[in-house]
């Protein structure tokens, strides 16, 4: 059983910052990648930001030089400060991880509860 837990996620003015946080546990042999995706009311459920077990980051046209992602690999936990948040950063924020558990020999995604983010105009 693998479970992503996360943290951080909250009301902000617009200009203002947030750090979200994503800690993997469970039965896991090896992640190879984890990311953060968000989801505003009505729209689809899009990539903001991955990074590799190498440390190799992408992120969304929209949130380059405002957001960084971060990883620490020896607790799993991957984590996305977001700085200048502008209104249109509202969303929920889900915690996405590529990984390989004890119990099977192919990597799979697994994804967190989703925590809300809110910015104030």
């Known amino acids: 059983q693998v479970q992503l837990v996360e943290s951080g996620g909250g009301l902000v003015q617009a200009g203002g910052s947030l750090r979200l946080s994503c800690a993997a546990s469970?039965?896991?042999?090896?992640?190879?990648?984890m990311g953060w995706y968000r989801q505003a009311p009505g729209k689809q459920r899009d990539l903001v930001a991955s990074?590799?077990?190498?440390?190799?980051?992408t992120y969304v046209d929209s949130v380059k030089g405002r957001f960084t992602i971060s990883r620490d690999n020896a607790k799993n936990t991957v984590y996305l400060q977001m700085n200048s948040l502008k209104p249109e950063d509202t969303a929920v924020y889900y915690c996405?991880?590529?990984?390989?558990?004890?119990?099977?020999?192919?990597?799979?995604?697994?994804w967190g509860q989703g925590t809300q983010v809110t910015v104030s105009s």
């Open positions: 996405n991880a590529y990984l390989l558990t004890d119990r099977y020999s192919t990597y799979s995604n697994y």
């Open positions: 469970g039965s896991i042999s090896s992640i190879k990648a």
């Open positions: 990074i590799t077990r190498a440390g190799i980051t």
